[in-house]
C-alpha cells in the first residue's frame, strides 16, 4: 500500500463554478493499493469541486465524463525502476483504447526522475501519446488530473455553445432570405411573410397551399391570399413586370 501525507488538514481547491461537474470513476484495484488517507482526499476533493466518484474495475485508474467526454488516467503514485515494463506496456495498451489518455507519474526524487526519463526513452514512448505529467507528491498529482479533465469539460462545452450559436446565426439569415423571397409577392410584407411561415412552413409549401388554407390557417386577408395562389401559378402574373 502507498503512503501518503495525512490530508485531514489540508484544504481542497475548488476549480467549478457550481452545479455538477461530472463524474469520477476510479479503479477498485488502484484504490486499494493507495493509503485510506490519499482516498480520503481525493473524496473530498472531487466533492468540493462538484464531482461524483464511483469505484469499478475499469482499465485506466482514473475515467472522468466530463460533458459526455471521457478523459482517462493512469497514476503512478510509487514509481519503481524494477516495475517499468509492465507500467509502459500497460500506457500503450490503453493508449490505443483512448483518445485522451493522460499518464501522471509522481517522482520525488531526483533518482526516480532520471530513472523515468531513461525508461521513457528506452521503451521507445513517442512524445505526447499520451501526455506524461511528472508530479512530486500524490496531491499534487490528483490535483493535475482533475484540472485536466475539467479543462476538456470546459472546452466541450464551449465548442457545443458556438455550434449553437452557429446554427442560431444560420437560423436567422435563413429566415431573413425567407421574408426576402415572400415580401417580394406584391402586397405581402414582413408580419404576412411571418404568418406564413408560422401556419405553412416553407416556400414550397406555402406555393403548394390553396387560397382556402391560407385563410383557414393565417391571419391574412382574401385579396392577399388570392394574389399569394397567383404568384406562384399563374404565368401571366408572376412573369408579368411589376412597376412600383
Same mark, same amino acid.
Given at each position: 500500500?502507498?503512503?501518503?501525507?495525512?490530508?485531514?488538514?489540508?484544504?481542497?481547491?475548488?476549480?467549478?463554478?457550481?452545479?455538477?461537474?461530472?463524474?469520477?470513476?476510479?479503479?477498485?484495484?488502484?484504490?486499494?493499493?493507495?493509503?485510506?488517507?490519499?482516498?480520503?482526499?481525493?473524496?473530498?476533493?472531487?466533492?468540493?469541486?462538484?464531482?461524483?466518484?464511483?469505484?469499478?474495475?475499469?482499465?485506466?485508474?482514473?475515467?472522468?465524463?466530463?460533458?459526455?467526454?471521457?478523459?482517462?488516467?493512469?497514476?503512478?503514485?510509487?514509481?519503481?525502476?524494477?516495475?517499468?515494463?509492465?507500467?509502459?506496456?500497460? %500506457?500503450?495498451?490503453?493508449? /490505443?483504447?483512448?483518445?485522451?489518455?493522460? @499518464? !501522471?507519474? &509522481? +517522482?520525488?526524487?531526483?533518482?526516480? $526522475?532520471?530513472?523515468?526519463?531513461?525508461?521513457?526513452?528506452?521503451?521507445?514512448?513517442?512524445?505526447?501519446?499520451?501526455?506524461?505529467?511528472?508530479?512530486?507528491?500524490?496531491?499534487?498529482?490528483?490535483?493535475?488530473?482533475?484540472? %485536466?479533465?475539467?479543462?476538456? /469539460?470546459?472546452?466541450?462545452?464551449?465548442? @457545443? !455553445?458556438? &455550434? +449553437?450559436?452557429?446554427?442560431?446565426? $444560420?437560423?436567422?439569415?435563413?429566415?431573413?432570405?425567407?421574408?426576402?423571397?415572400?415580401?417580394?409577392?406584391?402586397?405581402?410584407?414582413?408580419?404576412?411573410?411571418?404568418?406564413?411561415?408560422?401556419?405553412?412552413?416553407?416556400?414550397?409549401?406555402?406555393?403548394?397551399?390553396?387560397?382556402?388554407?391560407?385563410?383557414?390557417?393565417?391571419?391574412?386577408?382574401?385579396?392577399?391570399?388570392?394574389?399569394?395562389?397567383?404568384?406562384?401559378?399563374?404565368?401571366?402574373?408572376?412573369?408579368?413586370?411589376?412597376?412600383?
Amino acid at each position: 500500500m502507498n503512503t501518503a501525507r495525512d490530508s485531514r488538514g489540508s484544504t481542497p481547491s475548488n476549480l467549478s463554478n457550481s452545479g455538477f461537474a461530472g463524474v469520477c470513476i476510479m479503479n477498485t484495484l488502484w484504490k486499494d493499493a493507495q493509503h485510506p488517507f490519499f482516498i480520503k482526499f481525493i473524496s473530498s476533493f472531487l466533492d468540493v469541486n462538484s464531482y461524483r466518484l464511483k469505484f469499478m474495475p475499469i482499465a485506466p485508474d482514473f475515467i472522468f465524463n466530463c460533458g459526455g467526454l471521457s478523459v482517462a488516467f493512469v497514476f503512478v503514485t510509487n514509481w519503481n525502476s524494477e516495475e517499468t515494463a509492465s507500467i509502459f506496456s500497460r %500506457i500503450q495498451k490503453l493508449t /490505443g483504447q483512448f483518445a485522451h489518455l493522460y @499518464a !501522471v507519474v &509522481t +517522482l520525488p526524487s531526483r533518482d526516480q $526522475n532520471d530513472s523515468f526519463v531513461h525508461a521513457y526513452f528506452e521503451y521507445g514512448m513517442e512524445l505526447g501519446k499520451p501526455s506524461f505529467i511528472p508530479v512530486l507528491d500524490l496531491e499534487m498529482g490528483f490535483e493535475k488530473i482533475v484540472k %485536466i479533465a475539467h479543462a476538456h /469539460g470546459v472546452c466541450k462545452k464551449q465548442d @457545443a !455553445v458556438a &455550434t +449553437l450559436k452557429a446554427e442560431r446565426e $444560420n437560423s436567422v439569415q435563413t429566415m431573413e432570405m425567407y421574408k426576402k423571397v415572400v415580401t417580394s409577392i406584391p402586397g405581402i410584407d414582413s408580419h404576412d411573410a411571418i404568418s406564413l411561415h408560422q401556419a405553412i412552413g416553407s416556400i414550397e409549401a406555402i406555393a403548394k397551399a390553396s387560397k382556402d388554407y391560407i385563410l383557414e390557417n393565417t391571419d391574412l386577408s382574401a385579396a392577399k391570399a388570392e394574389t399569394i395562389t397567383r404568384f406562384f401559378r399563374d404565368p401571366k402574373f408572376y412573369l408579368a413586370p411589376k412597376i412600383k
